[in-house]
């Protein structure tokens, strides 16, 4: 089985940096992945990480330690618009398991 | 691309009808999952298809839901009897597993809330 913990709710001021942290232990893997998800719509594609290090895409960060069974995204310049819920999610073989999700809460 | 196409957005029902959701994958994706998310346990995966042939359903609940894929560019999840807990946000998704920038990554469409009274 998967158990993937993430924090529940963050807040931030606009702006500024906020990461978020995920920890997994799974009994298989084969990717880690962020999706973003805004109040009452679908969840959306941030980052994929599947090698231990750094993926840079514009504002947003990912980074993942396959010994640690860690993950983080980094949000950086932080908008109003950020304000939503953020998934961590492990693939193994075809599927994905998810986080139950962080609430970031951007403040002005 | 149209993405994702789920029908309908909202569905409400009473207790012991049947329900139907509907899925159009994005064009050329091989793969196909059915997700039900609610605030008490989150996102979570119900059954995925491959080239539509269903791969893994140990997340269907129980006997009272089904799933179905004819064709590349439909599928369908069925509850029947519906029962008030089954009340949650149904997301259908799809992926082309082994192909260029966009391999592994699911996309998902805008969900059917359904609501069991």
């Known amino acids: 089985g998967q158990n993937i913990d993430q924090p529940t709710e963050m807040t931030a001021t606009e702006g500024a940096i906020v990461q978020i942290n995920c920890t997994y232990q799974?009994?298989?893997?084969?990717?880690l992945f962020w999706y973003q998800q805004h109040a009452g719509e679908a969840p959306t594609f941030l980052s994929y990480?599947?090698?231990?290090g750094l993926e840079e895409k514009g504002r947003f960060s990912s980074f993942l330690s396959r010994s640690k069974g860690y993950s983080y995204l980094l949000l950086k310049e932080l908008q109003m618009k950020d304000s939503a819920s953020y998934l961590c999610?492990?693939?193994?073989?075809?599927?994905?398991?998810f986080g139950a999700g962080t609430q970031v809460v951007v403040t002005p | 691309d149209a993405g994702v196409i789920q029908s309908p957005r909202h569905e409400v029902t009473e207790m012991g009808q049947e329900v139907t959701l509907r899925c159009k994958p994005i064009s050329g994706h091989d793969y196909l999952f059915w997700y039900r998310q609610t605030m008490m346990r989150g996102l979570e995966l119900l059954i995925y298809f491959n080239n539509n042939v269903p791969i893994d359903d140990s997340g269907m609940p129980e006997d009272r839901f089904s799933a179905k894929m004819p064709n590349a560019s439909f599928s369908t999840l069925k509850i029947q009897p519906s029962e008030p807990r089954d009340s949650a946000v149904y997301f259908c998704?799809?992926?082309?597993?082994?192909?260029?920038?966009?391999?592994?990554?699911?996309?998902f469409g805008a969900g059917t809330r359904l609501s069991v009274l």
């Open positions: 999610a492990v693939r193994d073989g075809g599927k994905l398991q």
């Open positions: 799974t009994s298989g893997f084969n990717g």
């Open positions: 990480n599947v090698l231990d």
């Open positions: 998704a799809s992926s082309l597993l082994w192909g260029g920038v966009a391999k592994n990554i699911q996309y």
